[in-house]
């Protein structure tokens, strides 16, 4: 977690995020998601704090399975993220377990 991200495939396979989404971790989190496919679920209840960076990853991870006929799915959000969507209006974008 040196970028302050902490990545991690929980047993029931979605991915647990924790720390910081932002533009220092930004490209971590392309990496390590970036050959996922189908249904993905997101786990951000450990997210601290997101800025325009993180929400361009999760918009950009949410538009590419979309477009391979998958699909983004948010499942226990922070607060902090929580009102980040809502205040951009991502609430409105992403599926939501």
């Known amino acids: 977690m040196a970028d302050g991200l902490d990545i991690e495939q929980g047993p029931d396979g979605s991915y647990v995020i924790g720390g910081d989404l932002d533009a220092h971790s930004a490209t971590r989190f392309e990496?390590?998601?970036?050959?996922?496919?189908?249904?993905?679920?997101?786990?951000?209840?450990?997210?601290?704090?997101?800025?325009?960076?993180?929400?361009?990853?999760?918009?950009?991870?949410?538009?590419?399975l979309e477009a391979d006929g998958g699909q983004l799915v948010l499942g226990t959000v922070s607060a902090r993220v929580e009102r980040l969507l809502s205040l951009t209006g991502l609430d409105q974008v992403f599926s939501r377990a």
């Open 31 to 64: 990496s390590a998601l970036g050959g996922v496919a189908g249904t993905v679920v997101l786990d951000l209840s450990g997210v601290d704090f997101a800025d325009s960076s993180g929400l361009r990853v999760l918009l950009a991870l949410h538009r590419r």
